[in-house]
């Protein structure tokens, strides 16, 4: 079967000190089942957005994050439509959105040429599954929000689904250089899930019907944030081929629903170097309890890594 390889690039990895205020309780549910398999992500924009400032006149500029929504009066929803309303076309009218704003600007299609190479129309990456419901086949990935590698844009998307994906080779973190996963899903392969919210806190969506069928639906209780402490714990992420393995690390701290970590496990650290990229999303487990997702590493200090509250991640916003 034919593969298509990809190596990771859009998802933050740098750690952040994040504070996030919330005064709404969260009433956690019972038990989830905690996965940590590797995941393709794709993202369809339902518009055509400009990843890079492209000046079009000796004063005229389009910016970075401009959403062209018309071409001639024609609405577009992708690059494929943008480029049948150029055809034949020596003068264009386009319709773009900047900051909630509409514009118009008459173009050539000389002008129009020059804007291709930093027009998009949907972006992907991988991370990790952090979590199944069974009982409302609710999904959640990441820990955080997936923006626009090129532009540094979250824009809006009218479509998107997950796919399982095969880790094919490892290259190492270093300290000063995160390393990364790359991987590989069949180009034939359906998706296992749709997505339905990219925010602050990850991506979230539901499962098809047996998309986890030949994986493991152990559950495990929800932690509260205040059960979490110091001391070790298990990261559950995949490093090789669809395996989804469980990794020793040591909770140095806990600040509400933020803490830290260093991953200890030797296998883990000889491979990898210790967190990499793409394993954002990563589920955390301590006294056989769901405690928190991975977010973030430091990059001077890879085997250093930062991680949210599964309760926070849970409640999807802030």
Not at 270 to 277: D, N, P, R, V
Request: hydrophobic content about 35%.
């Amino acid at each position: 079967m034919k593969k298509s390889y990809r190596i990771w690039s859009l998802l933050p990895i740098i750690f952040l000190t994040l504070f996030f205020l919330s005064t709404t309780a969260f009433a956690s549910k019972v038990s989830v089942v905690p996965l940590g398999q590797s995941i393709q992500i794709d993202l369809q924009y339902g518009s055509v957005f400009l990843s890079h400032d492209v000046l079009i006149t000796d004063d005229y500029w389009l910016k970075s994050g401009d959403t062209i929504h018309q071409i001639n009066d024609q609405t577009i929803s992708s690059i494929d439509d943008l480029k049948r309303q150029l055809k034949d076309k020596k003068q264009i009218i386009i319709q773009y959105e900047r900051n909630k704003t509409m514009y118009t600007k008459d173009m050539s299609a000389d002008q129009m040429i020059k804007l291709f190479p930093f027009l998009r129309d949907a972006t992907e990456g991988i991370g990790t599954l952090t979590y199944f419901d069974p009982s409302t086949n609710e999904f959640g990935a990441l820990g955080h929000q997936i923006v626009d590698h090129t532009s540094g844009v979250t824009p809006k998307f009218s479509e998107g689904s997950i796919y399982l994906s095969s880790i094919e080779q490892i290259k190492k973190s270093i300290p000063g250089k995160p390393g990364y996963k790359i991987t590989s899903h069949g180009n034939n392969s359906p998706p296992i899930g749709g997505v339905n919210e990219n925010n602050v806190y990850g991506v979230f969506g539901k499962l098809e019907n047996k998309a986890l069928a030949n994986i493991p639906m152990h559950q495990v209780a929800v932690a509260e944030k205040e059960e979490i402490t110091t001391g070790k714990a298990i990261m559950r992420t995949s490093i090789d081929g669809e395996k989804v393995q469980d990794f020793t690390i040591n909770i140095s701290s806990v600040d509400g629903h933020l803490f830290q970590f260093t991953v200890t496990d030797q296998q883990l650290i000889k491979k990898t170097g210790g967190i990499l990229q793409g394993m954002s999303g990563s589920p955390i487990i301590q006294a056989d309890k769901i405690i928190g997702v991975v977010t973030h590493m430091y990059v001077d200090k890879p085997k250093n890594g930062a991680a949210l509250a599964i309760t926070e991640m849970m409640k999807k916003n802030p």
